[in-house]
């Protein structure tokens, strides 16, 4: 059962221009008239758009965006220093839930860093560090994973590889006998994997280092076609999941429609019985276990330990322990 609050307060939503995350920032928005919600987007003509069709839809007026370009740590510490700056109400939630998978070529961000990893984990890694201060003290993160990342469930998509954090940054180059598609895709689902060691590992650093009671939790939104997950795949699979694959949607046992999706994840937000769930997994609403991979400790302290390094994490922007 979801709870209004008489106390105005932020919730600060990744990519909230589209798909899962204009769901889940439309669903908030309803959900209380007090609730502030950002959408922190890379394309500020379509964010612009995005609020204007969510201010429409909720008849919330408190509906605003902030450019964040995750592909570039300037801009992520730009986000952050603005949002300070803003009159914001105290910010209660982050929804790090921008993602992309591209299996075209190896992009790399403005940092230097392979795209997939630097934009679906590092670039929130960063952003999340660095609100912790300004959240309040029963604050939630909720970080967007992915079925994808456990090697023993039947997906679409190639199963997670991780060696070390610094191999996915810069990776090495592909062997002869692999195909792009493969790669772009171990690489989202090893990233969506990153996706819950950050989860777990903020989880515990907040309980063991700080007096505050914020939560942070990892969600599976389940498949979701017709997102636009697939803008970079060859164009019959883009065709079949843009347009195929939605029909069927109820038909498929792991299928979801967006807005079911969204539902579930504000839930995570929202629900009162969750405010001491911390370090936990999600499908959809359900709590269950991730992967046997997810709950590997030496990977964990690898990539935060490496995650650090990358994003030049200094003391003075996190109230948590920057070593590993």
């Not at 967007?144 to 060696?163: C, F, L, M, R």
């Not at 772009?184 to 090893?190: F, K």
């Amino acid at each position: 059962m979801l709870t209004k609050t008489k106390s105005p307060r932020t919730f600060i939503i990744t990519g909230g221009n589209s798909g899962l995350g204009y769901a889940c920032a439309k669903h908030i928005a309803k959900a209380d008239p007090n609730h502030h919600v950002i959408l922190a987007c890379r394309n500020a003509a379509k964010a612009k758009e995005a609020v204007e069709s969510l201010t429409k839809e909720t008849n919330n007026k408190n509906i605003t965006s902030l450019e964040l370009d995750l592909a570039s740590l300037a801009s992520v510490r730009n986000f952050v220093s603005e949002f300070s700056n803003l009159d914001y109400p105290p910010l209660y939630a982050l929804v790090c839930n921008a993602g992309l998978i591209m299996v075209d070529k190896t992009h790399y961000t403005q940092d230097g860093f392979e795209s997939t990893f630097g934009i679906n984990h590092l670039g929130h890694f960063l952003l999340a560090n660095m609100l912790l201060e300004q959240m309040l003290d029963s604050g939630r993160i909720v970080f967007v994973s992915s079925g994808t990342h456990d090697p023993a469930q039947k997906t679409i998509v190639a199963a997670p590889v991780y060696e070390n954090a610094r191999l996915l940054a810069y990776p090495k180059e592909m062997s002869s006998n692999e195909s792009m598609l493969t790669v772009g895709q171990r690489r989202y689902s090893t990233s969506k994997l990153c996706n819950i060691y950050c989860a777990y590992e903020f989880a515990e650093r907040i309980q063991q280092q700080t007096e505050k009671k914020i939560t942070v939790n990892a969600f599976n939104p389940g498949q979701m076609p017709g997102t636009g997950f697939s803008r970079t795949f060859p164009p019959l699979m883009r065709f079949m999941m843009k347009h195929l694959l939605p029909a069927f949607d109820l038909l498929r046992p792991n299928g979801n429609a967006v807005h079911k999706s969204g539902d579930a994840l504000v839930s995570l937000l929202l629900n009162p019985d969750l405010h001491e769930t911390t370090g936990k997994y999600f499908e959809g609403t359900r709590e269950i276990k991730s992967s046997d991979l997810s709950y590997n400790r030496e990977n964990r302290k690898d990539l935060w330990k490496t995650s650090v390094e990358l994003t030049k994490l200094s003391k003075k922007e996190t109230i948590l322990s920057v070593e590993a």
